[in-house]
């Protein structure tokens, strides 16, 4: 199946920044939000992440234009009808998400896939509520988008192969690279990293050490990008995913 167009759902970051990467890679999208302003903030947003990779000469002027006109926003979800994949990136609540897939699957032709960006929702639970669930699965990007490498791949248990290598494909011609995860809470990434973020805080709390020191300590000592607690900061804390993983030792909750 050749991908051409790409429907989002939902305009906040984590909406805009796969917009950005998609439209750079150059497929056309179809950008959604419920909120008009939202829309607007993501495309100003957009327009600035694309100027500093200019300015940072990661992308030509001509590249920066080409992305922004291939981005257009649509009034309501009825006009993803011309759409081959539709990536659903709203708030992460199920109840929300499920919704979402209701109205949206009356609405699109029968080729058209379905991913959902969730980091820690059950991808075979929101599939339950499409009426395509082997047309579905998850496709989680990581906070910036177009900064992240990464993309988790999760195939709920209908997920057909068909789909599962189409979304691959997709996914490194946005060159990404991509993790495959099984469909447990949080998947990889946010299982290991939250409890993490959260053992960090422990160690402030307890006054073990200080901000600048645990930072430092897991820069240098563990050779990661940035610490935990400058991470934290960085993506955002979200207690909402990190209880959702109930692998980990009571305290961390």
């Known amino acids: 199946m050749k991908i051409k167009k790409v429907g989002i759902i939902g305009a906040g970051q984590m909406g805009s920044g796969i917009a950005h990467v998609c439209a750079l890679a150059g497929y056309d999208v179809s950008l959604f ?11 100003a947003t957009i327009n600035g992440n694309l100027a500093r990779q200019v300015n940072s000469q990661k992308i030509t002027q001509k590249q920066r234009d080409n992305a922004l006109s291939l981005i257009k926003p649509i009034a309501k979800m009825a006009d993803f009808s011309d759409c ?82 189409t979304f691959r494909t ?25 409890p993490m ?11 073990v050490g200080s901000v600048k020191g645990i930072d430092k300590a897991m820069h240098l000592g563990a050779n990661h990008r940035m610490g935990p607690l400058q991470l934290a900061d960085f993506i955002g804390c979200s207690m909402k995913v990190s209880a959702t993983v109930n692998t980990a030792p009571a305290r961390y909750w």
């Not at 490194?172 to 990889?188: G, M, N």
């Open 170 to 194: 997709f996914v490194k011609s946005l060159d990404k690279s991509v993790t495959i995860s099984e469909d447990f809470p949080a998947f990889i990434v946010n299982r290991i990293l939250l």
């Open 33 to 43: 939000d419920i909120a008009q302003e939202r829309i607007e903030a993501a495309l």
């Open 84 to 165: 081959d994949i539709v990536i659903e990136a709203a708030t992460e609540d199920e109840t929300v998400k499920r919704a979402i897939m209701q109205e949206l699957c009356p609405l699109l032709p029968p080729h058209t896939l379905i991913g959902t960006n969730t980091s820690s929702i059950s991808v075979t639970r929101l599939a339950a509520a499409t009426s395509r669930p082997e047309k579905f699965m998850g496709v989680h990007f990581m906070n910036p988008v177009p900064v992240m490498e990464l993309v988790e791949l999760i195939r709920g248990i209908a997920t057909e192969d068909d789909t599962f290598q």
């Open 197 to 207: 973020i959260n053992e960090a805080i422990y160690v402030l709390y307890e006054g």
